[in-house]
């Protein structure tokens, strides 16, 4: 089975052929399978990251023919092309620079609050978001994401946070919401912090995907726009 690895290297990029070679009659290999494959024979020095045996989700996500798909689970076609993801700053081949979509958090949310107490029953929603695993496949087609890149961040910048924010991020806030052992004042601050981070641009948005199913659009997304809505009404 043929495929295609866009390497970046410099700056450039080069698209190198790749013939994967099946373990098994009839198998249909997941994109981590090809990439682990090609750096154990043809490509040794290829550049790519995954986490699954460190337990570690969401590390291993690319963009087959340029849609994010963690590789643990996608499968490959004859003629797919394997990327890096085009929505974050490419460091080297399939490997993007995360640091700053976790920093765009920092003072913006309690940092006294570490979670759920696990004695104290939580919302059935919570718990749903929960099984976000980071892997940024919702930053795909995302209006407030873009906005780093209209207000002239460069995608290769390594210091500096995202002032926008995307459904990650949102996803955290809202979680923070419904923690059963946060107070009002740290409900507050996450509802703030999603109006800060620019969550007016979800307001006619049709609604993002998230990579591992969760229904972001009506467990996250919704509630922080009424939310919003309903507090900038007030002022």
């Known amino acids: 089975m043929k495929v295609e690895l866009a390497i970046i290297r410099g700056g450039e990029k080069r ?6 070679a099946p373990r098994e009659e009839g198998e249909r290999p997941m994109a981590l399978d090809v990439l ?4 154990a024979t043809d490509i040794p020095d290829l550049s790519f990251r995954y986490g699954c045996r460190n337990r ?9 023919n340029g849609r994010p798909r963690v590789g643990c689970r996608a ?11 085009s929505t974050l700053p490419v460091v080297r081949d399939m490997v993007s620079r995360r640091d700053g979509i976790a920093r765009q958090l920092r003072g913006r949310v309690p940092s006294t609050l570490r979670g ?7 919302p059935e929603d919570y718990h749903a978001l929960t099984a976000c695993i ?4 919702c930053l795909d087609n995302c209006p407030m994401h873009a906005r780093n890149f209209d207000q002239g961040i460069e995608r290769r910048d390594e210091n500096k946070a995202y ?3 995307n459904p990650f991020s949102l996803l955290k806030l809202q979680r923070i919401r419904l923690d059963p052992v946060a107070t009002r004042e740290d409900a507050n601050k996450a509802l703030n912090a999603a109006i800060e981070l620019g969550i ?4 006619d948005c049709p609604g993002c995907k998230c990579g591992v199913g969760i229904d972001l659009k009506r467990k996250v997304v919704k509630p922080l726009v009424d939310a919003s809505k309903a507090l900038l009404s007030e002022d």
């Open 163 to 165: 002032t926008s924010g």
């Open 15 to 20: 698209l190198v052929p790749f013939e994967y």
């Open 116 to 122: 759920n107490d696990l004695d104290v029953e939580a």
């Open 56 to 64: 570690t989700c969401g590390l291993c996500t690319v963009d087959i």
């Open 36 to 39: 682990l494959q090609a750096q």
């Open 200 to 203: 007016d641009a979800c307001y």
């Open 75 to 85: 499968r490959v076609r004859e003629g797919d092309q394997l990327s890096a993801p």
């Open 134 to 137: 980071e892997c940024y496949a």
